[in-house]
């Protein structure tokens, strides 16, 4: 073993001889690419670290100039987060977030922002677009690119306002929020078009997110 990360799993994808090429967002490195090898076999000792929303030590060897997952154990399940089209939606879209933007922040930081924020889908009485906006405003403040409003605003009856007021709200405080759904709907939009533009790349889980809400 070379390293151990924490990490989360953002993304899997099939290659020959039932390995998987995997892409973990870690809070030690952020983004790190793997390959699994024969986790795609039924009885995979490590099929559990290739499922989606994984939550997991990893343990990486470099052979070859790649990175090899040689064990992994877990440290929560998130799976749940695929019962539920709405939840799973979301969260694929905060993976593809977390993706794009990891380079412009710090990882620790980053990872803690996402691991709250899929927890708060699975846990949180708050609905998913409130979440989904939050989580995005979160990561372009962190990055520099987007200033939090100065002053709160103390109605919400359009999604720019929404954007305002959510801006001073803890995640957890989301659930005490009652916003209508078309305006929470082009709340995301709006924050996930400014995403699009300041990272020069499109969210391509949005259009499917924003159908399901």
Known sequence: MDKRLTAILLKATDLKDNDKSVRLFSAEEGVVTAVMRGVR?????LKF????????????????????????????DLYSLCMEPESFASACLMLEATDKAAASIEPDKLFVVLLKSLKALLL???????ITAKFL??????SGFVVVPKVAVKAFDTPSEL???????KLDELDNIEAARETE????????TRFENVYETPLASLKIYLSMI
């Open 185 to 192: 709907k082009k709340a995301v939009r709006l924050i996930a």
């Open 41 to 45: 076999k039924p009885g995979a000792k």
């Open 124 to 130: 949180s009485e708050a609905s998913s677009a409130l």
């Open 163 to 169: 954007l305002s007021y959510i801006a001073f709200r």
């Open 49 to 76: 670290a290739a499922q989606p929303f994984a939550l997991c030590s990893y343990e990486l060897s470099e052979k070859a100039g790649r990175n090899i997952v040689t064990g992994a154990s877990p440290i929560e």
């Open 137 to 142: 405003q979160k990561v372009l403040s962190m």
